[in-house]
């Protein structure tokens, strides 16, 4: 850990809260098709779901319609990943074409943001929640996470998550967003 920062838990299965799985099911039209971050709490339930050890969510196939993503947060020195390896792999599934919704850490200074959020999403909403309280094990954390949180949208229909997200934070459109000259789009 850097800068003295201890974990919260033992465990790397924060589930997302329910309110926000069913926002983005109204986003996606009523389906999630695609979890590769899934594990035996999940409270996503999509129609198929990765979990490690069986199925690497980095490894397997994106080519789903709807795609729901809370990665881990940080990295895992065992099988050699970061998070930007999930930025990656959602600004990768929707230049593919896939419809991709991520709850993750607000980072907008890091790398991953600039070249996978900025010039490829469409949207985020930034939570009114200053703290996520995720699920651990089936249960609500009450103290939240360590850190505020975003969702963020890649796919053709920025009205509908506008829509479906609007009462959970400031949803921020990013049509029209470019980086400067040079800065490359993917990692």
């Not at 809260?17 to 069913?22: K, L």
């Not at 080519?63 to 600004?91: C, E, K, Q």
């Not at 930034?126 to 309280?133: D, I, N, S």
């Amino acid at each position: 850990m850097t800068a003295g920062r201890q974990p919260v838990s033992n465990t790397k299965d924060w589930c997302t809260p329910p309110s926000i799985v069913e926002s983005v099911r109204k986003c996606f039209g009523g389906s999630i098709h695609l979890d590769p971050c899934s594990n035996e709490f999940s409270t996503v339930d999509a129609e198929v779901e990765y979990r490690l050890p069986d199925h690497d969510g980095l490894r397997e196939s994106w080519s789903y319609p709807t795609i729901y993503v809370n990665p881990p947060y940080g990295s895992d020195p065992a099988r050699g990943t970061r998070i930007l390896h999930w930025f990656t792999r959602m600004a990768d599934a929707a230049q593919a074409g896939s419809s991709v919704i991520a709850l993750v850490p607000v980072a907008t200074n890091t790398a991953h943001w600039k070249r996978c959020v900025y010039p490829l999403a469409k949207s985020i909403c930034f939570l009114y929640e200053p703290r996520v309280r995720f699920f651990i094990g089936g249960v609500e954390d009450p103290k939240g996470a360590p850190m505020s949180c975003a969702v963020i949208y890649w796919g053709d229909d920025p009205n509908a998550f506008s829509d479906a997200f609007r009462d959970h934070g400031a949803v921020v459109s990013l049509e029209g967003v470019a980086l400067p000259e040079g800065q490359p789009t993917l990692l």
